[in-house]
Structure formats: structure tokens, C-alpha cells
């Protein structure tokens, strides 16, 4: 039997590198199911319960895989299933994820007629993929069509799309010819290391050296550079915040890590900006100014590897387009060392301090658990390998201050789109791309109904498969979506309005018990820590269902006027947790001001 276009497609991703697909089947792609049986499963297809699951996995996967030029890839029917994708493909696109979607279509001879699922799917892919988004209409179109996807994938660190209409992946392959308008391909992709020139270099120099007050904002286009960034820190004399993509870019253990930044950032990350004379921008397209140095304030660099993407968000001097390690490391030799360490002294003594806050905040009681403690008791129990994933909402807060990374620990959420659901896909997508890791996602009860649920079972089918069984979900069960709820009560003076905001109260660990997964329960304090150790210890993927108090503020570390006078409004208005969370407010504040450490 001949090769048809869904054979070679496969075949053609076996030959990539591909081990995993994610996706969901339809009878768009059943030419392409049926080669998958042809070719014994390889690559894999990986089942989620929802197309868009389906595009969080790879997006997981292609964000946590750590090898040079790594991507994923999804599938999804026609019509409905293809658009299911597109929450995920978004995600992919505004954190700068390769992820090539492969989805079906109507028969060609039925487009243009108002059929059964057809949808305009160029059109509806041609905004989150518009890196690439095309259709194969003729078998020579392959591998020239693949090929590209990926390679575009990979070099603009972003989604693309191929559209195959049903019947296109049953036809039998014809490679393209050495003829007119025939397009061959070739596998591989060599990408160059770029560096600025010496001139804008030289002038990078000269800025940082000028400065007395220097500050680093690291982001995740820094990866890999923890050797450099050691190094310039302490030739500069300067500490270094991380964006929250940047959270594993340098370990939180160094002492001149000031920790996150922005509204989910610490106070050591805030003075350090607000005091500063001098930026160092690496990596990050950290969108919130007010978080940076005052306009006028600051003389400042920036390297990026797009110019697509530099001199956005302040006004910097000089603009360096190129890798960030090597960019880096030829900047090195140009720098002056700074004798005065003054200002890296304070800057180390903020981060102390922000620290003893910090775990004041998360010792302090509430009823029934403070949900910082859930994160601070994990975070002295960290594997050094871990992988960890969190959701979106007020999960994200405690995330971004709690937990401290060391050693390999990697992490990260939906950081541009902030999209709730992605935590447990992204620790599945994870648990694939290292199977030998454990991986750990936090998630709000909102997101757990919205899709985490579902999700268990798809733990519950592949878990086996992995070398290492431990994926641990950490619910926070207030009932509340919280994040909402906070935010209606900072921004808009509102009231929380039950009706949108209060969740039905569900036993998440008894759902993941029935499925025959391992599940605590959590309902005093004193039980976090054992929890943390049991799931950390067990033979299979656990749930840990943690009762946690829904009046514990997310304090910024700056509360601004206006925000402090819409609380109060909220409270005069009649929130019905007025009380529980002014006195969660007071006793978190009040921590702000008290000296050391509590005991635990």
C-alpha cells in the first residue's frame, strides 16, 4: 500500500525529533488517526480531555522541554475542535512558545458550501498564528509545509498552524518534483548566536559603568544565564529582579536576588527600582512601568534577541539586539569593577528583609489556613528538580513571593495572557517533556471546576507511563474566585457580588480518590507540611485538597491610596466578608513592621 499524505506527515515528525503529540480525535482527522495506527503510535498521541487542554499540554511541554530548538505539537479536528485550540495557541503566542498545530478540515469538494463543521479556519489562525498558518491542498505541498511550520516555530518562538482538509490526508503521497512551482525541503535548522556590535557594546558600557545605583530586571529570555549574570552583578555592584516568565532564570538562594516584580512582586524587588540609577534589562518584555524607575530617573540598557521586541516599556539608552548569554559574555571585559558595594549591601538587606516579612505573612493564623503557608511549606521541602506550574489568579501571588527556587527547579503560568486552566495541563505537558521529574501544579478551586477536574483523568491514564509518578495538585479550596473577588474590591470600591464570585463547594480529593489517584484532605495547619511530605513520597500522581481562608489580602508591595480607599468602599458598601478580611488585612500588615522571624 502506498504512503498516503497522513503517513508522511507522521513520518516526517518522527524525523523532527517529535515523541508526543497532544490532541483530541474528530472525524477531520481520521486519515491521519488511521496512520497513527500504521505507524504503532509513533509519535505518541497524547489524549486530553478538551482540544484546548490539548494546546496547554504542548505549550507546557515546548516551555519546560530545556533542549536547544524544542518544540510541540497539537492536533485537532475541524470545525469545533479546531477552534477549541485557540485559548491554548494564544497562550503560546504572548509567552513566546513554539507550538505547531496540526488541524483537519472539511473535504475540499465541500468548502464554500455551508457544510457540516466548516469553518474559515485560515482566517479564524491567521491572527494567533500568523507566524504561519497554511493549508495543504495537494500531497506535494509536504514536507515543504511541515518543514517551514516548524523552522518558523522554533526561530520566531512562536504558534503556526496547518490546515488539512480530510480528504488531502488520505490521498496517496506524491513528493514534489525538480519541476516549475514545485517546492522541495530539507530537515534541520542551524541557528546563529548573534551579538550587538562593538560600538553599541562599548556604549552599553559606558552607561553601566556611569551608575552607582545599578539594578537588573531579569526575564525569561535569560535562561541559561546564570553565569553571566553572577558575574556582571558583581562586578556592578547590583542586585537583580525577575519578571514572573524569569522566576527560574537565577535562583532566589543568591542573596542579591530581590525576587519578583509588579504587583505579585516583593518589596526588596520595589525599592531596589524605586531607588536605582541605572537598569540593566535582560530578556524581559515586563509590561508594568510604574514597577520600573521613574522616567527620568534611571540611564538604562536593554538586551533582547528581537528588535521587534527592544526598546518597549522605557525609555532606554542603548538597545542591544542579540543573545542574551553571549551578548553578556562580551559585555563582561567592558565593565568596571565598582569599589563602593554600598548599594549591593542594602540592596542585600532589603532582600532579607522581605524575606522575614514574607514568612511572617505565611506563618500568621487564619481561618482555617492561610493559603501563603501552602506555598511556604512547600518551598522548605522543594526538590531541587522540581517542575512546578501555577494558575492564574491568587494562586499566582503566592507563587510569585513564596516559593524559593534553587538549584534545576523550573516554573512558570500563563504569564501574558494570564488565562485561567493551564496549571495541570502545563504539569502534564511537563511530566512528558521530563518524565524523571517531578512536577507540581497549584490551582484555584475556579480553575479545578473549570477544567482541573477533567484533566485528573488524563493524569489517571498516562502516570504509569512515567518514570517518575509524583505530579502533585495543590488546590486551594476558599470557594471564591478570589483573584476577581480582590480585584473588584481594590480597582472598582465593589463589594464581592456572591452571585459571580462564591463556587460550589466540592470534595476535590474524594473526585481524585474515586479515580484511583492518592488524595489528602487538608483542613488544620498543622497538617500542610506532612501532606507536602506524604505527596512527595508517594507511588502515584496526588491531590491535595487545602481548605484555606478566602479573606488573606494579595498586598502589592506598594499599596497605593487608591487602592486602600476602594477596600474601605468595598466594606461600606457591605461585602459580605468585610470582617474576616480587614482583620486578615491588619494582622498581614502589621507583619510588615514586626523584627525576625516567626516561629514555625
Known amino acids: 500500500m502506498a504512503d498516503t499524505v497522513a503517513d508522511v506527515l507522521l513520518a516526517r515528525l518522527r524525523e523532527w525529533g517529535v515523541e508526543q503529540v497532544f490532541g483530541y480525535p474528530g472525524d477531520g482527522i481520521n486519515g491521519l488517526l488511521g ?9 505518541r498521541f497524547v489524549q486530553a480531555r478538551h482540544e484546548e487542554m490539548a494546546a496547554f499540554e504542548a505549550v507546557g511541554y515546548a516551555k519546560f522541554k530545556d533542549t536547544k530548538d524544542a518544540f510541540a505539537v497539537c492536533t485537532a479536528t475541524s470545525g469545533p475542535g479546531a477552534i477549541h485550540l485557540l485559548n491554548g495557541l494564544y497562550d503560546a503566542k504572548l509567552d513566546h512558545v513554539p507550538v505547531v498545530a496540526i488541524v483537519g478540515q472539511t473535504e475540499r469538494s465541500a468548502m464554500g458550501g455551508s457544510y457540516q463543521q466548516e469553518v474559515n479556519l485560515e482566517r479564524l489562525f491567521s491572527d494567533v498564528c500568523s507566524a504561519y498558518c497554511e493549508t495543504c491542498n495537494v500531497p506535494e505541498q509536504l514536507p515543504n509545509l511541515i518543514d517551514r511550520a516548524i523552522r518558523i516555530a522554533i526561530t520566531e518562538h512562536a504558534p503556526t498552524c496547518l490546515i488539512f482538509p480530510s480528504d488531502v490526508l488520505e ?15 530539507s530537515l534541520g535548522l542551524e541557528q546563529p548566536v548573534i551579538t550587538p556590535s562593538d560600538e553599541g ?21 535569560a535562561r541559561g544565564c546564570v553565569d553571566e549574570l553572577t558575574e556582571i552583578a558583581d562586578i556592578l555592584g547590583a542586585g537583580a529582579a525577575k519578571a514572573l516568565l524569569g522566576k527560574d532564570v537565577l535562583p532566589d538562594t543568591l542573596p542579591w536576588v530581590t525576587g519578583s516584580i509588579g504587583l505579585l512582586g516583593t518589596t526588596a524587588s520595589y525599592h531596589m527600582m524605586m531607588d536605582c540609577d541605572t537598569l540593566l534589562t535582560v530578556g524581559s518584555n515586563f509590561p508594568y512601568t510604574q514597577f520600573l524607575p521613574k522616567l527620568d530617573q534611571a540611564r538604562a540598557v536593554q538586551i533582547d534577541r528581537s528588535g521587534a521586541w527592544i526598546g518597549m516599556r522605557y525609555p532606554y539608552e542603548v538597545n542591544l539586539v542579540g543573545d542574551a548569554k553571549a551578548t553578556l559574555r562580551a559585555l563582561i571585559p567592558l565593565l568596571e ?65 513564596h516559593l524559593e527556587f534553587r538549584g534545576s527547579v523550573r516554573g512558570s503560568l500563563s504569564g501574558t495572557l494570564a488565562t485561567m486552566g493551564p496549571a495541570v495541563p502545563y504539569a502534564i505537558g511537563a511530566k512528558w517533556a521530563h518524565p524523571d521529574r517531578p512536577a507540581i501544579a497549584f490551582e484555584g478551586d475556579g480553575a479545578m471546576q473549570m477544567n482541573g477536574l477533567a484533566e485528573l483523568i488524563t493524569i489517571v491514564h498516562y502516570w504509569r507511563q512515567w518514570a517518575d509518578p509524583r505530579l502533585i495538585v495543590a488546590v486551594l479550596h476558599n470557594n471564591d474566585l478570589n483573584q476577581v473577588t ?9 463589594p464581592k457580588f456572591a452571585e459571580s464570585q462564591s463556587l460550589p463547594d466540592i470534595d476535590y480529593a474524594a473526585f481524585a480518590r474515586s479515580i484511583g489517584l492518592h488524595a489528602i484532605n487538608v483542613e488544620r495547619t498543622e497538617d500542610i507540611g506532612p501532606a507536602w511530605e506524604a505527596a512527595l513520597a508517594a507511588d502515584r500522581p496526588t491531590v491535595l485538597d487545602v481548605r484555606c481562608d478566602p479573606d488573606v489580602p494579595p498586598i502589592p508591595p506598594h499599596a497605593q491610596f487608591a487602592q ?31 523584627p525576625g522571624t516567626k516561629e514555625s
Open 564 to 594: 486602600a480607599k476602594a477596600v474601605v468602599s468595598a466594606v461600606l458598601h457591605g461585602d459580605e466578608d468585610a470582617s474576616g478580611f480587614v482583620k486578615q488585612g491588619i494582622k498581614q500588615k502589621v507583619q510588615q513592621y514586626l
Open 201 to 221: 557594546l562599548r556604549r552599553a558600557a559606558e552607561v553601566l559603568n556611569a551608575g552607582g545605583r545599578p539594578a537588573i530586571l531579569v526575564g525569561q529570555g
Open 35 to 43: 496512520a497513527w495506527g500504521r505507524a504503532g503510535n509513533q509519535p
Open 486 to 494: 480582590w480585584e473588584m474590591r481594590a480597582m472598582e470600591g465593589s
Open 337 to 401: 569593577r565598582k569599589a563602593d558595594r554600598s548599594w549591593r549591601d542594602e540592596i542585600e538587606a532589603n532582600v532579607v528583609r522581605a524575606k522575614e516579612v514574607e514568612q511572617r505573612r505565611a506563618l500568621t493564623d487564619a481561618d482555617p489556613i492561610n493559603p501563603m503557608r501552602i506555598f511556604h511549606e512547600l518551598s522548605v521541602r522543594l526538590p531541587e528538580d522540581a517542575i512546578v506550574a501555577t494558575d492564574s489568579g491568587s494562586a499566582a501571588n503566592w507563587y510569585a513571593r
Open 171 to 185: 490521498l496517496p503521497y506524491e513528493p514534489p518534483g525538480h519541476a516549475f512551482k514545485q517546492v522541495p525541503s
